[in-house]
């Protein structure tokens, strides 16, 4: 059993994660301050204006008794509600759920199927959100705004999980209908764990640049209802290979071959959702349960569990 527990957000000296003098730095570093700054520079008083209707989308399937996603849900669903309730001028909570189809769980439709969705239920900022995370409530203001134009916003940063990479995009991120339509969603054909929201960011750099950072809040905190670090992650992974996407390299390097087919949009138009059932959860909630679809290429044969 692992303990549960908040994990807050550490405020870090910009001057301590600089580097040594001469010492290349390709990539930026995790500078809390510097966000800080910007969000000043914009004089917005926060992430964005206020969404009419906030939609968050989470991807949900409970098929295996490990991971104990039911009771991730049953925690999940009346904390999101209270919280987005107390927060926002109005909102929609999808839990999109992956059928029994005998294939690996596959993320990235679930998100661009439950945004779909909310997109026709209108919504007009969009928060992909893991079951096992629940917000603080000084997170409100990340979750009641439409982020800007090309300032997408990862919530999940404040998580210690995400804290470390600037190239995270997991576990929580805030959209606006533009962008996420602008980067194709996420990609279909990621079967399994992992993956799918490096191809996120991929898509960013791609359409606004290489050097895109997300925004994110400078405080808050998430509450991991799994309690596993990253190490402690991997190692559990590590005796189910089987539940992870084992062709993510492959497919990191079809990106710039197929990411403006391979999303919201495939080749043969739009993607669809096929709904085979859907369960009331409460206020403003619903599970809807999907039938997901095959790529129709090579990645099909790695779709199966
Ligand atoms: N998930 C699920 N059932 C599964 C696997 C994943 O419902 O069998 C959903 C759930 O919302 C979860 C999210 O996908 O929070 C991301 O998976 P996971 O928590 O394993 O990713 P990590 O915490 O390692 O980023
Ligand atoms: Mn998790």
Known sequence: MYKRQAFEFLAVDAAALAPAPGAACARPSYRPRDRGAKRKRDDD?????RAARVAV???????????????HLATFV???TAFLAKHCADYRVFVVEQSADGRKFNRGQLLNCGYVLAKRAGCDAFVFHDVDLLPSDDLGPWYAAKPRAGAPCH?????????GNPDYF??????????????????????????????????SKTVFGEGFTM???????????????????????????????NVR?????????TWRSNGLRIAGGDLGVVE?????LGDRASKVTVDLALAGDWTDKHAPE
Not at 45 to 49: D, E, L, N, R, Y
Not at 276 to 280: G, K, L, Q
Request: glycine share 12%; proline share 5%; aromatic share 10%.
């Open 45 to 49: 008083g926060g992430p964005g204006p």
């Open 57 to 71: 989308v989470v991807p949900f399937r409970d098929a295996h008794v490990e991971q104990k996603r039911a009771a």
């Open 78 to 80: 009346p904390h999101v």
């Open 155 to 163: 919530v999940a940063r404040v998580w210690d999980r995400y804290s």
């Open 170 to 203: 997991g576990g929580v991120a805030s959209w606006s209908a533009g962008d996420f339509e602008r980067i194709n969603g996420f990609p279909n054909n990621y079967w399994g764990w992992g993956g799918e929201d490096d191809e996120m960011m991929r898509r």
């Open 215 to 245: 925004a994110a809040p400078s405080a808050g905190s998430l509450e991991d209802l799994e309690d596993m670090g990253i190490a402690e992650k991997v190692e559990f992974l590590r005796g189910h290979k089987d539940w992870k996407c």
């Open 249 to 257: 390299w492959e497919l990191r390097d079809e990106h710039a071959a």
């Open 276 to 280: 085979v059932a859907t369960a009331d």
